[in-house]
């Protein structure tokens, strides 16, 4: 359990090949909050007032300021690059999400169809519904680039499905990760000289333009501060502690 003044998070590891990570969180009180850049699509249940919304969030490509509301609660279902919902174009939800209508107040619609809302310990029964209806797929090939592994298709095809599986570049999903991984050392109490050598960054300023691009803050903000954090990376970090 990860907890500051806004938000208390507890997050695990998925059973399911096409999960990364599930968490669930609920606010402490009302707030501001940095939400960061982030390269995977994320599926969000929030409950408010009484009334649940299912929203399917896409990547972020730079910090913003969002608020939180206060008594709410949230389970995230954070997917693997290269997993996405054909009916949901990963390139139309970058920087952006579409809530999904109410069908009833247990249920949703997707592509027509009426949904149960997962809850924490059965999002992996809900992710391989939605693989059987083939309303969530994985392209291997996106798989293959980030592994650096040879695939049999055209610079121009393997660049194509890249995108539409993730809605970014290879390169972009690449520096939201590298910062990332600056954040987590940083926040484990790395120095910020160790942390550009271990993240692959050039040189100081190099590290402080990224962060400041995609995290919003600087290297030295990120090693002291604690109350800005985005709901969809907390997982990564409470997994990483």
């Known amino acids: 359990m990860c907890a500051n003044a806004l938000l208390s998070l507890e997050s695990r590891l998925a059973e399911s090949p096409l999960v ?6 609920q606010s402490n009180q009302a707030g501001p909050f940095l939400s960061i850049a982030v390269s995977r699509l994320e599926l ?5 007032e009484g009334q649940l919304y ?39 939800l970058v920087d ?13 619609w ?5 949904w149960e809302y997962p809850a924490f310990d059965n999002a992996e029964a809900f992710v391989a519904r ?16 980030l592994q650096a592994r040879p695939t049999d298709l055209s610079p121009r095809s393997v660049q194509s499905r890249f995108l539409r ?18 954040l987590s050392l940083l926040r484990q109490g790395v120095s910020i000289l160790d942390t550009v050598e271990r993240a692959g960054f050039a040189d100081q300023p190099h590290l402080t ?19 800005f954090m985005q709901l969809s990376f907390y997982a990564d970090v409470a997994r990483d502690s």
């Open 20 to 25: 990364e990570t599930i968490w669930r969180s």
């Open 130 to 145: 939605l693989v059987k209806e083939e309303l969530l797929v994985c392209d291997p090939v996106v798989t293959a680039v």
């Open 209 to 227: 333009r990224s962060l400041k691009r995609l995290i919003g803050q600087t290297p030295a903000q990120l090693a002291s501060e604690t109350h």
């Open 44 to 48: 969000v249940v929030a409950r408010h």
């Open 165 to 182: 599986a993730t809605g970014l570049t290879h390169g972009a999903i690449s520096q939201i990760e590298r910062a990332h991984l600056a």
């Open 96 to 108: 952006g999400e579409v809530t999904l209508p109410p069908a009833s107040g247990r249920s949703f």
């Open 54 to 92: 299912c929203t399917v969030r896409g990547p972020e490509t730079h910090p913003t300021i969002a608020h939180c509301p206060p008594d709410g609660e949230w389970l995230g279902i954070q997917f693997h690059h290269g997993v996405f919902f054909p009916h949901l174009p990963t390139g139309d």
């Open 110 to 114: 997707l592509h027509g169809t009426s």
